[in-house]
């Protein structure tokens, strides 16, 4: 398994420990870097410069043994020693991190881990952040997880973002999980609150359920992001569960993501004349209740 860092990354991150432990008093890194750069400053050498300072960058980066703290992270995780042929670290392309992978054919896999350079300056890094990432990857590798890309292009890009969003939340409890991390527990209930809309015992509840789940695959934690009220049920959540995001409109059965709290018992008793089973509680999207309103003549 090679690791390999994208030049810009072991750039920042060296120069980074570089200036840190001199603004400590050690001063050792910054005198070695001046030294293993200084012909680049002749012009004798100034069409190799590049190449004097790749060279400093790469020798600084195998003193600190940055590749090999990444590979030991990765080496707990047999599936990634036998699948993987390449670990490629790049500053992230957005403000998040977290790692993806790249398929080389049905057998082996490259993982590409978008991280910022300061992150590789903290030891927790390769204790906590690595391993979780590579966790991930091993998932999205496993034949058991099923992992499949999903596109969501059919909705806007609020639904997206929350079905995105409850997704990276539930896998993320199901990674801290197997590393026995429930040091995470008001991270994770703080998530579930926010993407849940739940909170207290609900909250609770949820963290739980999934704590308790032996094992999830990609279309299980798919289908509770999309489909919340299934999480809510088979969590034991007390809530509505025909008005949860997500949820089919009891009218128009298409999903919805909002639902109208209906107060106005005119408005009710014409729904109900032509939904017999309704009440008040029942999930009605907003496009419905506009469409009733109009035949009340309140538009």
């Not at 934690?221 to 007390?238: C, D, H, Q, R």
Request: aromatic share 10%; with cysteine; net charge negative.
């Amino acid at each position: 398994m090679r690791v390999n860092f994208a030049p810009s990354l072991l750039e920042q991150v060296v120069d980074e420990v570089i200036h840190k432990k001199a603004d400590e008093g050690d001063t050792t890194l910054l005198s070695l870097f001046a030294d293993l750069t200084e012909q680049a400053y002749s012009p004798a050498f100034a069409s190799l410069k590049e190449e004097i300072f790749k060279y400093a960058y790469e020798y600084i980066g195998s003193k600190l043994e940055l590749r090999k703290q990444v590979k030991e992270a990765a080496y707990k995780f047999p599936l990634l020693q036998v699948k993987v042929d390449e670990i490629i670290l790049k500053p992230p392309e957005g403000k998040s991190e977290g790692a993806d992978i790249v398929t080389v054919n049905d057998k082996q896999f490259i993982i590409v881990v978008e991280m910022r350079p300061r992150s590789l300056t903290m030891r927790n890094t390769f204790e906590t952040f690595l391993p979780h990432e590579f966790l991930r990857a091993q998932d999205m590798i496993d034949p058991d997880f099923k992992y499949l890309r999903v596109s969501l292009d059919h909705l806007n890009s609020a639904e997206e973002n929350i079905i995105r969003s409850r997704y990276g939340t539930i896998w993320d409890i199901y990674i801290d999980k197997r590393l026995d991390k429930f040091s995470n527990k008001e991270e994770h209930l703080e998530r579930i609150g926010r993407n849940f809309s739940v909170s207290g015992e609900n909250s609770e509840k949820i963290l739980l359920f999934i704590n308790n789940t032996p094992k999830l695959t990609h279309s299980k934690i798919f289908g509770y992001a999309s489909a919340p009220a299934s999480l809510m049920k088979e969590a034991k959540v007390s809530s509505n569960p025909s008005t949860y995001p997500g949820s089919n409109c009891s009218i128009c059965a298409f999903p919805s993501f909002t639902f109208a709290e209906i107060k106005d018992p005119d408005l009710f008793e014409i729904i109900k004349s032509e939904k017999g089973d309704l009440n008040p509680e029942s999930g009605i999207c907003p496009r419905c209740v506009e469409y009733y309103q109009i035949k009340l003549g309140r538009f």
